[in-house]
């Protein structure tokens, strides 16, 4: 079974700076790994994903993730906070490979910018 | 593109009453999941329909059931409504089941039971 542990349901950051947004998994197979931000009365939007390539994941708006299996982290980063990364963002995790379906999503962490 | 689509909006239900989610998937696409996030929370999986039949499913009760369609949309009924199942119940479509191919969220429809 696979689990996701996020750290802190509400982390505050001034503007311009770094933004860290810790996430923890447990898999007993290699994983893939997702981070997702949700807008207050919107959907979810991915933001990156960790499927086996490259350890160090890009995504969108300046986000990036590292997936470090020793640490079975996959923490989000971006250098410098915009009053619009104001969201919630959750981390997930799925079984890599054919045959599961299934997200497994943390229970979030509010981010706040403070101006 | 119009996207994930979903209906209603909102959603006000008693207990014991049924009800019935509908979901479009953005154009394209042929799978779509179910997650129901409570207040709090992060989503949780329900089920995901591929080629109208349920391919997998998540810890809920037979009173969740779905349905597709052969264009590709969907719908998700709630049986027996307890006030637990309160919540924002959110569809994702993917092209392919494979979780390596981004699943698009709709906005939700938000069920209210009293």
């Known amino acids: 079974a696979q689990s996701v542990t996020q750290l802190g349901s509400h982390v505050s950051v001034s503007e311009g700076a770094l933004v860290l947004l810790r996430c923890n998994y447990s898999?007993?197979?290699?994983?893939?790994l997702f981070w997702y931000v949700q807008y207050p009365n919107q959907g979810l939007q991915l933001l990156l994903k960790?499927?086996?390539?490259?350890?160090l994941v890009k995504g969108i708006n300046g986000f990036e993730a590292e997936f470090k299996k020793s640490e079975t982290s996959f923490h989000l980063t971006k250098p410098s906070a915009h009053m619009s990364d104001a969201a919630e963002y959750f981390c997930?995790?799925?079984?890599?490979?054919?045959?599961?379906?299934?997200?497994?999503f943390g229970k979030g962490t509010k981010l706040s910018v403070i101006p | 593109d119009a996207g994930v689509t979903q209906s209603p909006t909102h959603l006000i239900k008693t207990r014991g009453q049924q009800v019935t989610l509908r979901c479009s998937p953005k154009?394209?696409?042929?799978?779509v999941s179910w997650y129901q996030q409570a207040l709090g929370q992060g989503p949780q999986f329900i089920f995901q329909?591929?080629?109208?039949?349920?391919?997998q499913r998540g810890n809920f009760p037979d009173r969740f059931s779905g349905h597709q369609f052969p264009n590709y949309s969907s719908e998700l009924n709630v049986n027996a409504l307890l006030l637990g199942d309160s919540a924002l119940y959110l569809c994702?479509?993917?092209?392919?089941?494979?979780?390596?191919?981004?699943?698009?969220f709709g906005p939700g429809t938000r069920l209210t039971v009293l």
């Open positions: 154009s394209g696409h042929d799978t």
């Open positions: 329909y591929y080629e109208e039949e349920e391919r």
């Open positions: 997930a995790v799925s079984r890599s490979g054919a045959g599961s379906y299934q997200l497994t």
């Open positions: 898999s007993s197979v290699p994983p893939y």
């Open positions: 994702a479509s993917s092209f392919g089941q494979a979780l390596y191919n981004e699943q698009f």
């Open positions: 960790y499927t086996s390539a490259a350890t």
